[in-house]
């Protein structure tokens, strides 16, 4: 999609999370950031179990009997919107928008200059399967062009035709720097996933 033109594959899409979170660490080492190596993520979301993709998955019982974990995972509300909170419980644009400027807010608490990425799930599939709402995926775009953060959109259970395009995001219009992608590559005949990124970050 879009200039993503560079693919590293792996066994899976736990280790293509890694991956990610290590290129991200790595770049911004090389691009005179070298203190940039959080990484934000949501609430239940689910993103593989080696221990950096654990410390950014938002399972507290996934996680529990493997920690301490990798430093650096901070979790944001995520985008269920039937646990919205009640001043957005009719309007699910603002719900949207309310839960992206969560990520905003998130990196100025931790400090712009502390923060790699932003991984998120196209559609969330832990705790219900959340599509995002309009307008979501957009200012999450704004906010990491701003912060100087990479966004990864972890698409292990989505990509490959499986919401009717070959990539997620594709659906939702908006760019990543990272996708990483598992499960539909082989229809689970081989063990196999990739992390795609665009010539900068390569």
Known sequence: ??????????????????TAWKLAKQFFKLTGKPTKHKVISRNIAYHGTPQGALSITGIPDAKIPFEPLVPGGVKVPNTNFYRAPEEFRHDE????IWAANRIAEAIEFEGPDSVAAVFLEPVQNS????????????????????????????ETICAMGRIGDYFAMNRYGVQPDIITFAKGLTS????????????RLF
Do not use: W
Request: net charge negative; proline share 10%.
């Open 127 to 154: 705790g219900g399967c959340f599509p995002p709402p309009p307008g979501y995926f957009e200012r999450v775009r704004e906010i990491c062009d701003q912060y100087d953060v990479l966004l990864v959109a972890d």
């Open 93 to 96: 644009k603002a719900f949207g």
């Open 1 to 18: 999609p879009g200039d993503l033109n560079r693919v590293f594959f792996t066994t899976g899409g736990g280790e293509a999370v890694e």
């Open 188 to 199: 689970g005949y081989s063990p196999m996933g990739a992390m795609m990124v665009h010539d």
